[in-house]
């Protein structure tokens, strides 16, 4: 009897010490899904409103996939933290609400290319972060939930037009988030995949199967002054605000500090070297972040690396599939993965509002902001992401100044 509870110790120890082998893998690919499934459909949103085709959007989510892995495996293994990357999804929203400018898609890897080596500046010189962090965050705030607006308005209209397409997404999204919100979207897209599949055995779509294997389409680049300043600079400003400096506060407050030079080097860099196959920005993780750093990943926080590293190599599978899935998504009903893509950034929206709001004295300002970037107009070939945040500058001053 003591032989038989002595081996069921063991295993029990056996079982348990298998358990904590694979909890942090477990948690990486966690992350990885999430973050992908989560908001794919608005990078191919933004990707396409600046001028991409389809092939050339493909390539971007395969090549930021390939960035991501690299870099993600690169910095967590040389500094065993859960260092995790992900494209900038806030900088998706914003090239969706910008448009084609001057140059069309050349003139947009161009202002990539640029957006690169900023961040990468940014490591190098401490004035230049300085000086974004210097930039109201009010101000910052109601830029981006200025220029997400229009999308998160999609599932609305979408479902006027549709609503037999569009409901089931949307019931799904609404049902997951009352009870795991990280998997809301995910299971959106799961909902909005089965809907594309019906619609495909149907006969009411069509799939190229000439492009489901992943390919990368280089893109000379151009340099325009519009690209650059309704581009570049508001692309730059959204990313460092709302992904590098929020991502390094994130893995702070689990007691990590971010090698700020060398991830800027590493995002900044990549960004800039497969900006022609349609990398807009790559750059710290944000949310996601936490699933890879939190005690949840690993009990010791020295052992949470290895998370990261499985996020990386599940990014790597994740974007050998990319072509497949945007073929899949061109098969899709009209405004079903713009559904996907309006209900992905309605937390970003909620929180943006939140805190461009929450300064009494900047009100004004922020609404200004706002206004202005949901209007999405295009001024001397600029669009509105620029004008928003001039004209908030502008008014914050005379006002504060007033008072």
Known sequence: MQDDTGRDDTLRDDTAST????QPISAGVVTALV???????????GLRSVGATPAQAASGLFAMSLVMAVGIVFLAWRYRMPITLAWSTPGAALLAGTGVVAGGWPAAIGAFVVTGLAIVATGIWSKLGSLIASIPVSLAQAMLAGVILPLCVEPVTAFADNPAVIAPVVVVWLL????????????????????????IITGDSDVDTSRLGPSIILTTPQWTWQAMIGIALPLYIVTMASQNIPGSAVLASYGYTVPWRSSMAVTGIGTAVTAPAGVHAVNLAAISAALAAAPAAHPDPKKRWIAAVSAGLTYFVLGLGSAALVTMVGAAPTGIVETVAGLALLGVLASSLAACLRDERGREAAAVTFVIAASGVTIAGIGSAFWALVMGLITRATLLTRS
């Open 19 to 22: 358990i904590k082998r694979s």
């Open 35 to 45: 973050g992908f499934t989560s908001s794919f459909a608005v990078v191919l949103a």
């Open 176 to 199: 997951v988030t009352r009870f795991s919100p990280r998997w809301a979207v995910p299971a959106a897209f799961g909902a909005a995949a089965v809907v594309i599949g019906i619609s």
